[in-house]
C-alpha cells in the first residue's frame, strides 16, 4: 500500500513538472490561405500599351498573401519572455514558395514588461502603426493597397533585413517603436533603413504616425532592403526611400471608419535627374451588418509630383474598392470584392498585384474564400 501509494506521488510530481514545462515554452504553427477567382480587364498584352485584353483565372492572396511560419516564446522568469518569428510565403494556386528560406519574417528577441526588442527580417514602423489605419493593411487586403504600393502598408512590398526594432509596451494607451537596419556593407550608409513610430488607442479611437527611410535601396544583394523599387513605373538600384503620413480611425457598434494621409518620396543616384513625390488621401469604413456579414468601401485620391531632367509634372489616379464578407466561422470566410482605378491621360492604371493596364482605367472583380490555421 505504501509502494503504491509512493509511485503515485511521484507520478503526480512528474506530471506537475512537465505542466510547468509545458506553460514555460511553446511553439505554434500558423498559417493562412486565401484563393479565389479573379477577372482583370484592360490588360497589357505582352507589354504593349496598345494591345489589351482581360484575364480570368484562380489566383492566391487577393486579399492577404497566402503564408505558413512558426511562432515561439519561452519564459525566463521576471516578466522576460524569449520570443522567435519564421515565416515564408506560397502561392496556393501552384504551391510555388513566394521566396527561398523564410522571406516574410524571420526575427528572435526578448521580450519585458518595458518592451520587445527583436533582431532580423521585419516590418518597420510604417506598417506597424499606418497599416492598421487603411483598408490595405486591415481588410482590404492586396488590390486596396495604394497605386504602386510604394507606402508598403500592407507590408507584402518589402521587409527590412539585418534590422534591430524595439516596439514598446502599452502605457495607458500610447505606444512608440523604432527599427535600424544595417547595409552589412564596408559603407556603413551603403543600403541601410530606419524607422520611428508612435500611436494611441482608446476604445473606439486610434491614431498613428510614423516614419521611414531606406537608402540605397537594391544596390547590395545583402543590404536593408533588397531589389529594385520604381520611380514612376521605372526600377532603379541605388534609390533612396522617404515615407511617412499619419492618420485615424474611430469605431463605433457596428461601423468603423478611417482616415489617412501618407507621401512617399523617391530619387535616384542611378538616375539623377528622376525623382518623385507622391501623396495618398484615403477614407475607408466597414460596416457589420450582422456579426457574421460586414461590408467595406475605400476611397483613395493620390497625385504624382515627376521631375525628369529639370522638367515637372503632376499626374493623379482616383481609386475606389468595395468588398463583402461573410464569416463562416471565426477561421474560415469567404469574400466577393471590386476595385477601380482611374488615372490620367496618357498614364495606365495599375492596380495592385494585377497591373499594368492598356489604358486609363482598369478593374479587378475577385471572389474568394480564406482560412486560418
Known amino acids: 500500500m505504501k509502494k503504491n501509494l509512493i509511485v503515485t506521488a511521484i507520478a503526480a510530481l512528474a506530471a506537475s513538472f512537465a505542466g510547468a514545462a509545458n506553460a514555460q515554452s511553446s511553439v505554434t504553427l500558423y498559417g493562412l490561405i486565401d484563393a479565389g477567382f479573379t477577372y482583370v480587364n484592360n490588360v497589357q498584352v505582352d507589354g504593349a500599351d496598345h494591345q489589351k485584353g482581360s484575364a480570368w483565372g484562380v489566383t492566391s492572396g487577393n486579399v492577404n498573401m497566402s503564408r505558413w511560419g512558426l511562432r515561439g516564446a519561452e519564459d525566463l522568469g521576471n516578466g522576460m519572455k524569449a520570443i522567435f518569428t519564421l515565416e515564408n510565403g506560397f502561392d496556393v494556386a501552384n504551391g510555388s514558395s513566394s521566396g527561398s528560406g523564410f522571406s516574410r519574417q524571420a526575427f528572435v528577441g526578448l521580450s519585458t514588461n ?48 539585418n534590422s534591430v526594432k524595439f516596439q514598446s509596451a502599452n502605457y495607458g494607451g500610447f505606444s512608440f517603436s523604432g527599427l535600424y537596419a544595417f547595409s552589412n556593407a564596408t559603407s556603413f550608409a551603403a543600403n541601410r533603413a530606419y524607422s520611428v513610430g508612435a500611436g494611441y488607442a482608446n476604445g473606439g479611437l486610434k491614431f498613428g504616425a510614423a516614419y521611414m527611410q531606406g537608402n540605397g535601396i537594391g544596390s547590395t ?9 520604381t520611380i514612376f513605373g521605372d526600377a532603379t ?19 468603423t471608419f478611417g482616415l489617412l494621409w501618407t507621401q512617399t518620396r523617391q530619387d535616384s543616384n542611378t538616375f539623377d535627374s528622376v525623382s518623385f513625390i507622391n501623396n495618398n488621401y484615403e477614407v475607408n469604413g466597414r460596416y457589420a451588418i450582422t456579426p457574421a456579414l460586414s461590408l467595406g468601401a475605400a476611397y483613395t485620391y493620390s497625385d504624382y509630383r515627376l521631375n525628369v531632367s529639370g522638367e515637372s509634372g503632376k499626374e493623379h489616379v482616383h481609386q475606389f474598392g468595395l468588398q463583402t464578407d461573410y464569416a463562416l466561422s471565426k477561421r474560415t470566410d469567404v469574400y ?5 482605378q482611374v488615372t490620367g491621360r496618357g498614364v495606365p492604371a495599375a492596380i495592385n498585384g494585377v497591373g499594368p493596364s492598356s489604358s486609363s482605367r482598369q478593374v479587378v472583380v475577385s471572389t474568394g474564400i480564406r482560412h486560418r490555421f
Open 237 to 255: 538600384n541605388d534609390s533612396r526611400q522617404r515615407t511617412f503620413g499619419a492618420g485615424g480611425s474611430y469605431s463605433t457598434g457596428a461601423l
Open 221 to 229: 544583394s545583402f543590404g536593408a532592403i533588397v531589389g529594385p523599387q
Open 336 to 340: 466577393a470584392e471590386g476595385v477601380l
Open 114 to 161: 518595458a518592451g520587445t526588442v527583436t533582431l532580423g527580417r521585419q516590418s518597420d514602423s510604417v506598417v506597424d502603426y499606418l497599416g492598421p489605419l487603411s483598408a490595405a493593411g486591415t481588410w482590404g487586403g492586396t488590390y486596396f493597397a495604394h497605386p504602386g504600393n510604394v507606402d508598403n502598408l500592407n507590408g507584402d512590398a518589402f521587409h527590412e533585413n
